[in-house]
T-cell receptor
Framework: DARVTQTPRHKVTEMGQEVTMRCQPILGHNTVFWYRQTMMQGLELLAYFRNRAPLDDSGMPKDRFSAEMPDATLATLKIQPSEPRDSAVYFC?????????????FGPGTRLTVT | AQKITQTQPGMFVQEKEAVTLDCTYDTSDQSYGLFWYKQPSSGEMIFLIYQGSYDEQNATEGRYSLNFQKARKSANLVISASQLGDSAMYFCAMRGYQGGSEKLVFGKGTKLTVNP
């Protein structure tokens, strides 16, 4: 049963520290998404990649966030420096997207707390 | 700009009854897709159902059906024969295009509670 995996599941860090979240998409999926979920803002799309190329990262604060996909089995989301307002659950999702009924498979999320 | 509106922050339903979760959307795209996801208290996001803007028939997946009214720009989720395990947050989402980029937008969600 293929699943999207994310590490770490929980992260507590101090303001100003660098945070790196990792995602392993489902093998064969061509699109990887990063989302952030908070009570106030709900679920926000931060960035996504198709065939490892970044397609859209307009939802991501550019000055401190960066997303990369160094190979087909790994996507990373980095925050440097982290701030308390970055506290949220960060989801990675992957899918075989062709423009139709393309469902995304979500990972379990990384719960980030910045103090 | 694309927008999804879910007007019901919370809904309650008796077990075995049907419930409708509302979703309206705003887009100028001709081609778009509408999705519903379920998020139980454990936190994972689970895909439920998809409706394409050109699909003439309402989508159905088991106990889930999507009441698609294109002219009214609504895509309500209907859950028949509710079960206790249906208690969760439900998110409506839309995929369309803005400025040449594919965009996915989620609603704020509706918390469904199924009472025994």
């Amino acid at each position: 049963d293929a699943r999207v995996t994310q590490t770490p599941r929980h992260k507590v860090t101090e303001m100003g520290q660098e945070v790196t979240m990792r995602c392993q998409p489902i093998l064969g999926h061509n699109t990887v998404f990063w989302y952030r979920q908070t009570m106030m803002q709900g679920l926000e799309l931060l960035a996504y990649f198709r065939n490892r190329a970044p397609l859209d990262d307009s939802g991501m604060p550019k000055d401190r966030f960066s997303a990369e996909m160094p190979d087909a089995t790994l996507a990373t989301l980095k925050i440097q420096p982290s701030e308390p307002r970055d506290s949220a659950v960060y989801f990675c999702a992957s899918g075989l997207i062709s423009g139709g009924s393309d469902e995304q498979y979500f990972g379990p999320g990384t719960r980030l707390t910045v103090t | 700009a694309q927008k999804i509106t879910q007007t019901q922050p919370g809904m309650f339903v008796q077990e075995k009854e049907a419930v409708t979760l509302d979703c309206t959307y705003d887009t100028s795209d001709q081609s778009y897709g509408l999705f519903w996801y379920k998020q139980p208290s454990s936190g994972e996001m689970i895909f439920l159902i998809y409706q394409g803007s050109y699909d003439e028939q309402n989508a159905t997946e088991g106990r889930y059906s999507l009441n698609f009214q294109k002219a009214r720009k609504s895509a309500n989720l209907v859950i028949s024969a509710s079960q206790l395990g249906d208690s969760a947050m439900y998110f409506c989402a839309m995929r369309g295009y803005q400025g040449g980029s594919e965009k996915l937008v989620f609603g704020k969600g509706t918390k469904l509670t199924v009472n025994p």
